[in-house]
């Protein structure tokens, strides 16, 4: 089963960028559908958006669209998230999760990396 870890995460000023990294192990990275999830103190995890494995398709939650940008390096087993104008309320604990197919759940998880918008 792949094994996923996040980095990247860190205190940043509201209207701030990031760049989160999952980097991904024992697995074959290209049969996975990567996504990216968010968990913020006392609320429910969220989905923040999603990439096919090939790369060329993503879909992102309302909240973030044209914010957030994923992207993926086949050739360095890892998945990106770019996030943009950062707002107070994108703090969040934040995973990487890969799905072995194009449209079931998520079976594996990072241990997540904290990100938090100051103001």
């Known amino acids: 089963q792949v094994q996923l870890v996040e980095s990247g995460g860190g205190l940043v000023q509201a209207g701030g960028s990031l760049r989160l990294s999952c980097a991904a192990s024992?697995?074959?990275?290209?049969?996975?559908?990567m996504g990216w999830f968010r968990q913020a103190p006392g609320k429910d995890r969220e989905v923040v958006g999603s990439?096919?494995?090939?790369?060329?398709?993503?879909y992102y939650a309302d909240s973030v669209k044209g914010r957030f940008t994923i992207s993926r390096d086949n050739a360095k087993n890892t998945v990106y998230l770019q996030m943009n104008n950062l707002r107070l309320e994108d703090t969040a604990v934040y995973y990487c999760?890969?799905?072995?197919?194009?449209?079931?759940?998520?079976?594996?998880w990072g241990q997540g990396t904290q990100v938090t918008v100051s103001s």
């Open positions: 999760a890969a799905s072995a197919s194009d449209a079931g759940a998520f079976g594996s």
């Open positions: 990439i096919t494995r090939s790369g060329t398709m993503t």
């Open positions: 024992k697995g074959t990275f290209t049969t996975y559908r």
